[in-house]
């Protein structure tokens, strides 16, 4: 069965870091985009991040771009978010998500394989 399990999140406070990871099983990881997103308190879910599987490019959103890096280790099956210079607002439960192209991570809901989210928590 497919699997995307997280960890690493947790409570930083404003201009911290922190390291979110997603173990990834039951697909070819290496074939599929990748992605993170973030979804707040009675907001919608967003985009944070993504990778192509095809040429490992990726997109952020405006937001995060500049402080937000995502990366994968094709032989553990793994994928990461490094947050640096978190802000309150960067405040949300994030998930790991994993769709047959990064199209498909674009599209509203995305077309993806979800983890089943970790907190981040950015306090003042």
């Known amino acids: 069965e497919v699997q995307l399990v997280e960890s690493g999140g947790g409570l930083v406070q404003v201009g911290g870091s922190l390291r979110l990871s997603c173990l990834a099983s039951g697909f070819t990881f290496d074939e599929y985009a990748i992605g993170w997103f973030r979804q707040a308190p009675g907001k919608e879910r967003e985009g944070v991040a993504r990778m192509s599987a095809v040429d490992e490019s990726t997109e952020y959103a405006d937001s995060v771009r500049g402080r937000f890096t995502i990366s994968k280790d094709n032989a553990k099956n793994t994928f990461h978010l490094e947050m640096d210079l978190l802000k309150p607002e960067d405040t949300a439960v994030y998930f790991c998500?994993?769709?047959?192209?990064?199209?498909?991570?674009?599209?509203?809901?995305?077309?993806?394989?979800w983890g089943q989210g970790t907190q981040v928590t950015v306090s003042s």
């Open positions: 998500a994993a769709g047959p192209s990064m199209l498909a991570l674009r599209f509203r809901p995305p077309r993806a394989f």
